[in-house]
């Protein structure tokens, strides 16, 4: 039981806040990277569609080298170093069976978050990523911990309408 506030992002949304509270969201090939400082006890969380903003248009955090740097830097407003962050990520499902080898997203999504981190020197102490169903998580900042669900594609869909 999650007590204090709960905080739902949808993508290209970043939120950090301090226990008690969780932050949640429900993926598909969309990626998540969870953020905990376990010296003070907070966490952040991202919620990404694409890997690469391509520079056209506003540099969104719903591009994964635009959402991680930027919950990166927002951690460190609140305090954080790189040396007392650690990193879960999640989703970066293929939900779609047809899809050809140039278009997962999904494996890219994973790929970029992994890449960031490393560049970052953040550990990354626990991942769930890839395969054919989504998810849905919550962080649970008081604790440190991550709780998942998988749902089916009709599951999503029938949430985000």
């Not at 939120?15 to 952040?44: E, R």
Request: hydrophobic letters at 40%; glycine letters at 10%; proline letters at 2%.
């Amino acid at each position: 039981m999650i007590h204090g506030n709960s905080t739902f992002i949808h993508v290209g949304q970043i939120h950090v806040d301090s226990a008690p509270a969780a932050i949640s969201t429900v993926l598909g090939s969309c990626v998540a990277v969870c953020l905990y400082d376990i010296k003070l006890g907070i966490g952040g969380m991202n919620h990404y569609l694409l890997p690469f903003w391509n520079g056209n248009g506003l540099q969104s955090p719903k591009f994964g080298n635009i959402a991680i740097p930027k919950l990166i830097e927002t951690m460190m407003m609140h305090g954080s170093s790189e040396r007392t962050l650690q990193a879960k990520i999640f989703g970066g499902a293929s939900m779609n069976i047809s899809v050809t080898e140039a278009m997962m997203i999904g494996q890219k999504n994973i790929l970029v978050a992994k890449e960031i981190l490393k560049e970052y020197n953040i550990a990354l102490v626990a991942e769930d990523v890839g395969g054919q169903q989504g998810r849905k998580i919550q962080f649970d900042i008081e604790r440190g911990k991550v709780l998942l669900k998988y749902v089916t594609r009709s599951d999503m869909i029938s949430r985000s309408e």
